[in-house]
């Protein structure tokens, strides 16, 4: 089993050379490592959990919104170049489907246990000191600004008017980030949100403070 983890690890690498900050090896590497953490409390199956922490964004950034077949195919591909059986095969690319960006609009429906544990440690990666570094990191490689007191967040836009949105960074953590301490699925996930939750909602203050000038 370990023997398959380290070619899996050797194959992501190879696969992320090139990825931007946020969706690099050490994304991918945090995510497996808190999945982990998470799966230790829950009744799953540990291979699983793993090959799709560690398969979950190979998918090319630049096809990521307009085909989300690529990624399940490129993991099942691999897989099979494991001798990898057929249901685990099938198991991790439903997982990785329904994580992807066509899932979070509604049209895949897949749950397992194993698909909440890795959900939960992806989403962890999107809040607290590491996902306040990613979303500027975002920000700035599409020009936005930090903050506008004039553009006011919009918590509940569709994902499509999300994607066209030029909107500052400040503004994502009220559209997103700051709300999904409430969505976490596993008892280890909810606790490690709700820390990750108060670090951003720390931040937000200072930030605010700083913003305004007070000293
Ligand atoms: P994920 O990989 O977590 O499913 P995305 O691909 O949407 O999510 O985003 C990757 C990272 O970029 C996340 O940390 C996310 O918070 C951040 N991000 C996405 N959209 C924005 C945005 N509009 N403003 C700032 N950060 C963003
Ligand atoms: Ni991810």
Redesign the pocket.
């Known amino acids: 089993m370990q023997e398959l983890i380290y070619k899996t690890i050797a194959f992501v690498k190879q696969e992320l050379q090139n990825a931007e900050a946020?969706?690099d090896w050490f994304h991918i590497e945090r995510v497996w490592k808190t999945a982990k953490y998470i799966a230790a409390e829950e009744k799953v199956n540990l291979l699983v959990v793993e090959f799709a922490a560690l398969l979950h964004?190979i998918a090319d950034a630049k096809f990521h919104d307009g085909d989300e077949e690529i990624g399940p195919r490129k993991a099942g591909d691999f897989l099979k170049t494991l001798a990898v059986d057929d249901e685990t095969i099938i198991h991790v690319q439903q997982i990785i489907k329904n994580?992807s960006f066509k899932a979070s609009l509604g049209d895949v429906t897949f749950t397992s246990a194993e698909m909440l544990v890795v959900q939960d440690a992806?989403?962890l990666?999107?809040i607290g000191a590491i996902?306040i570094a990613?979303?500027f990191t975002?920000?700035g490689y599409?020009n936005?600004e930090l903050y506008n007191p004039e553009i006011k967040p919009e918590p509940n836009q569709s994902k499509e008017a999300?994607k066209k949105?030029t909107?500052p960074?400040i503004n994502?953590f009220y559209e997103?980030?700051l709300l999904l301490k409430d969505k976490m699925n596993t008892a280890t996930g909810k606790k490690l949100a709700a820390q990750r939750h108060d670090f951003m909602v720390q931040y937000l203050t200072q930030f605010y403070a700083e913003w305004n000038g007070e000293k």
Request: no cysteine; hydrophobic share 25%.
């Open positions: 946020g969706h964004d994580m992806d989403r990666d999107a996902g990613r979303a975002y920000g599409k936005r999300y949105s909107a960074t994502h997103k980030l």
